[in-house]
């Protein structure tokens, strides 16, 4: 873990927004799939949304399916998540994740890189 770095989590009220990047100091984001992950308070992780290497192909849960949107910019070896409509039950501390050879998306065991994570609350 750690070899990733997420940033733009924070406090936003029901309904807002928020946008997290996650870089990959030193590597080839183009690589990669990459994908999000979440985790609130006595819950497992789950899935959130996964990115193609080239990014034309996005995968999301249900959950968040029309509210969030994965995007990167090979460019600058960052991913972003942008979150919308934003409901108490998003909030959780939000992971990103990088793999060479993820098959199953959904499957955090698949992805070789992680970053520390980043904080998201939402209040009622």
């Known amino acids: 873990q750690g070899q990733l770095v997420e940033s733009g989590g924070g406090l936003v009220q029901a309904g807002g927004s928020l946008r997290l990047s996650c870089a990959a100091p030193?590597?080839?984001?183009?690589?990669?799939?990459v994908g999000w992950f979440r985790q609130a308070p006595g819950k497992e992780r789950e899935f959130v949304a996964a990115n193609s290497r080239s990014g034309t192909s996005t995968y999301y849960a249900d959950s968040v399916k029309g509210r969030f949107t994965i995007s990167r910019d090979n460019a600058k070896n960052t991913v972003y998540l942008q979150m919308n409509s934003l409901k108490p039950e998003d909030a959780a501390v939000y992971y990103c994740?990088?793999?060479?050879?993820?098959?199953?998306?959904?499957?955090?065991?698949?992805?070789?890189?992680w970053g520390q994570g980043t904080q998201v609350t939402v209040s009622s």
């Open positions: 994740a990088a793999g060479s050879r993820v098959v199953m998306l959904g499957r955090g065991e698949e992805y070789d890189y």
């Open positions: 030193g590597r080839t984001f183009s690589r990669y799939v």
